[in-house]
């Protein structure tokens, strides 16, 4: 399983209230959630990410309230991954459960840049900076995360077992 887009770079600390402001938390409808995904950060986001694209963020990705809507309106935003030096550990495991790959990598957060093209192999966990040609080796998601992320969350997996 691989992801490959364009990126949009964080620094430290990006937390749910901006991932998804608090005041959008009436809906829990992923397209609606989608549509104010960032904007509290990058009011451009939702305008300029396209299905595929990837996040690299720094440190504490995901932190603040531990809502689940923050990784859903990331993943109906369109984005493929999110790669962080590191995540919240809410955020880390609600991500998971719905579906959305997440790929702790300090190097590869710091040396890749926004617009740069990325490609993710979650089988190996290698990070492809194809822009500069760098290659970073990620953590591997263990076969039964893959099948959760396959099947688009947690949910789902159980469901379809």
Avoid: W
Wanted: charged residues 25%; glycine residues 8%.
């Amino acid at each position: 399983m691989k992801a490959s887009g364009s990126v949009f770079k964080y620094g430290d600390n990006v937390d749910t209230d901006v991932i998804i402001p608090a005041r959008y938390l009436n809906s829990s409808e992923p397209a609606e959630l989608a549509t104010h995904c960032m904007e509290d950060i990058d009011k451009d986001f939702v305008k300029k990410v396209k299905k595929g694209d990837i996040i690299v963020a720094n440190k504490n990705f995901g932190c603040g309230s531990s809502r689940e809507h923050a990784p859903i309106a990331i993943k109906a935003a369109g984005v493929s991954c999110v790669i962080a030096e590191t995540f919240a550990r809410i955020f880390y495991r609600n991500a998971i459960n719905i579906g959305l790959p997440i790929v702790e990598c300090p190097e590869a957060a710091k040396a890749i840049s926004a617009g740069d093209s990325v490609e993710v192999d979650f089988d190996s966990g290698v990070i492809t900076d194809i822009t500069t040609g760098q290659t970073f080796k990620g953590q591997p998601f263990p076969e039964f995360m893959q099948k959760i992320i396959k099947a688009e969350g947690l949910v789902n997996y159980i469901n379809n077992k």
